[in-house]
């Protein structure tokens, strides 16, 4: 398929810029990916349209303080943001970075950051144009980070989030993400409440957001992108109760592209996960067989993305472009701060 068969005309007004008043507060629009057929309510209403015994997997990843400026030892500015650790020992940690102005930063460059409490080696560069950055703090780089570093945020959010806490879900808990898993923001926890009160079952994946999420495809054969690899962890506890809803019949929902791609990773051939932790490059697009999922919850999409491609596969990429062009028409709003859909 080409790359061009995913594009739609998006107004820019529409491209979220704020998080919604209230995260329940937020636009769902409702696709049977079946027939096609859309409907329009309101994030708060979703446990009302699920089942009891569906089966809900969210991704627990927070975001950490991922972007750091900085100077190298000679003069000039820097910008590394980090996108997953590599290894770590009790004097330094590595992580695999996108670096700016890459091209400039040479193997051995020491870095300096904020106060001089945080110094970094850069290492080898790697395939896609990341490189190797082995930084020297020891244990005591997260409560660095947290000092000296700031929140991602996708190219098309111009300005700065008032509250950090509403780019977290209300449920994040593993640091490690660079980026949001967006479809979670719109839940409360009076509104997961309300969801177990209706006899559904919660469960929690982790995988951390890379900012590969938002890596524009450049080819136009989509079959030849590489998808950048991210870390993910699917607990026990996780495995036996998505395992079971799939034994009895009942609707496995994934919240997010993350939780997707996470269940999707690690499924056999009739659905059945297992408890592990690794990485994984899964691109999904139109023509993939889903094994584990029944059903997702996501936001709108930038076109000619990797993602709104998985959305294709999942409810027809017809489907899924009149729904879009209806989006639109309403007024929805758009990416990462914006709107949500459920998919069934």
């Known amino acids: 398929m080409k790359k061009h068969d995913f594009y739609y005309d998006l107004p820019q007004d529409l491209i979220a810029q704020e998080p919604a008043e209230r995260r329940e507060l937020s ?7 079946y027939t096609g057929e859309t409907g329009h309510r309101a994030f708060y209403e979703l446990p009302e349209l699920l089942k009891e015994g569906d089966c809900l997997v969210l991704n627990d990843s927070r975001v950490i303080p991922a972007r750091l400026h900085g100077n190298k030892e000679t003069g000039g500015a820097v910008e590394v943001l ?23 930063i040479k193997t051995g460059t020491k870095l300096i950051f904020g106060d001089g409490s945080l110094t970094a080696v850069a290492d080898v560069g790697l395939d896609g144009g990341n490189r190797l950055i082995r930084f020297n703090c020891g244990g005591l780089f997260p409560e660095v980070l947290e000092r000296l570093g700031k929140t991602p945020l996708p190219p098309y959010i111009h300005g700065e989030i008032k509250e950090t806490e509403r780019y977290q879900t ?16 719109h839940f409360t ?11 559904v079952d919660v469960c929690y994946i982790t995988l951390h957001v890379g900012m590969g999420t938002f890596r524009p495809v450049k080819t136009s054969n989509i ?5 950048h690899a991210e870390f993910f962890t699917i607990p026990a506890d996780t495995a036996t109760t998505v395992n079971r809803a799939k034994a009895e019949g009942r609707r496995v929902i994934a919240v997010g592209t ?18 592990a932790s690794g990485s994984t490059d899964i691109f999904i697009y139109p023509g993939y067989s889903f094994k584990c999922i029944n059903g997702l919850i996501t936001n709108f999409h930038l076109p000619e993305s990797t993602l ?34 459920l998919i069934t």
């Open 27 to 33: 636009r769902l629009l409702c696709l049977d990916r």
């Open 189 to 199: 926890k009076e509104l997961l409440e309300k969801v177990r009160s209706r006899g």
């Open 170 to 185: 209300v449920y994040s808990r593993v640091n490690g993400s660079a980026a949001a898993p967006t479809a979670g923001l």
């Open 223 to 227: 079959e030849s992108h590489t998808m």
């Open 258 to 275: 993350t939780s997707c791609r996470t269940l999707e990773s690690n499924a056999d051939a009739t659905g059945k996960i297992t408890a």
């Open 308 to 341: 709104i491609m998985l959305v294709s596969a999942f409810a027809g990429r017809e489907n899924v472009l009149r729904a879009y062009d209806e989006a639109i028409n309403e007024r929805y709003r758009f990416f990462s701060l914006g709107d949500a859909m």
């Open 82 to 104: 980090l996108l997953r650790e590599i290894k770590a020992s009790s004097a330094t940690t590595t992580w695999e970075c996108m670096v700016r102005p890459g091209r400039r």
